[in-house]
């Protein structure tokens, strides 16, 4: 398996995560995000098929967004004089298993793919969480692959921002 970049030449076969979202904007609008420069997608693949996909753009962690006690324990892990109102982070905007692939480990063996990606590229703009707004449903996945709820429980909300903390890779 490999993780290549999805370029406007790359021919989409198909693909189905289950979630139909996910799945048209991959097929549909993940090129044009990549073109307006909005979100830079990549697929993982496997003997020609596509296992599985996310994207990836710069954000933030912000105070605004997080809980109190949250905010506290991220703020507790800097020293006085680097204590400000938001930290850089990168966000997966998107990220899908294939259906014929689940439930194998290919979506952790992938985090775990990104995470070594990401620590290893920060030599030209900084950032010190990952972040992801994960589905409900998918809470326990991200939690089981080291991620932590930022925001609080709103009423209707479908999706929790969760971060990472790369300094956990040290
Ligand atoms: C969520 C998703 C990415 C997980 O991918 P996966 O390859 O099946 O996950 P893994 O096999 O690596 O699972 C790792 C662990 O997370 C658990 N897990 C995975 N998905 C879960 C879910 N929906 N609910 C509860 N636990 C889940 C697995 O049971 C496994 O635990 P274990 O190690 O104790 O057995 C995949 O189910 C998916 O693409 N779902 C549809 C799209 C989606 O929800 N994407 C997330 C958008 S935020």
């Given at each position: 398996?490999?993780?290549?970049?999805?370029?406007?030449?790359y021919?989409?076969?198909?693909?189905?995560?289950?979630?139909s979202?996910?799945?048209?904007?991959?097929?549909?609008?993940?090129?044009?995000?990549?073109?307006?420069?909005?979100?830079?997608?990549?697929?993982?693949?496997?003997?020609?098929?596509?296992?599985?996909?996310?994207?990836?753009?710069?954000?933030?962690?912000?105070?605004?967004?997080?809980?109190?006690?949250?905010?506290?324990?991220?703020?507790?892990?800097?020293?006085?004089?680097?204590?400000?109102?938001?930290?850089?982070?990168?966000?997966?905007?998107?990220?899908?298993?294939?259906?014929?692939?689940?439930?194998?480990?290919?979506?952790?063996?992938?985090?775990?793919?990104?995470?070594?990606?990401?620590?290893?590229?920060?030599?030209?703009?900084?950032?010190?969480?990952?972040?992801?707004?994960?589905?409900?449903?998918?809470?326990?996945?991200?939690?089981?692959?080291?991620?932590?709820?930022?925001?609080?429980?709103?009423?209707?909300?479908?999706?929790?921002?969760?971060?990472?903390?790369?300094?956990k890779?040290?």
């Open positions: 398996m490999r993780v290549v970049a999805l370029t406007p030449e021919e989409i076969q198909g693909f189905d995560c289950g979630d979202d996910l799945n048209e904007f991959l097929l549909q609008d993940a090129k044009h995000f990549s073109e307006k420069r909005i979100a830079n997608t990549f697929v993982l693949e496997d003997e020609g098929e596509i296992a599985a996909y996310f994207c990836l753009l710069n954000d933030k962690v912000s105070r605004l967004e997080v809980t109190n006690s949250r905010w506290k324990k991220i703020k507790d892990s800097f020293p006085e004089n680097k204590r400000f109102r938001s930290y850089p982070s990168i966000k997966i905007g998107r990220f899908a298993v294939s259906v014929n692939y689940r439930g194998q480990n290919v979506g952790t063996k992938l985090m775990d793919m990104i995470k070594d990606f990401l620590y290893n590229e920060q030599s030209r703009s900084a950032f010190r969480f990952i972040t992801v707004d994960a589905y409900l449903s998918a809470i326990p996945f991200y939690e089981k692959n080291g991620f932590k709820l930022l925001s609080q429980k709103e009423e209707g909300d479908t999706t929790r921002l969760m971060f990472f903390d790369i300094k890779l040290e």
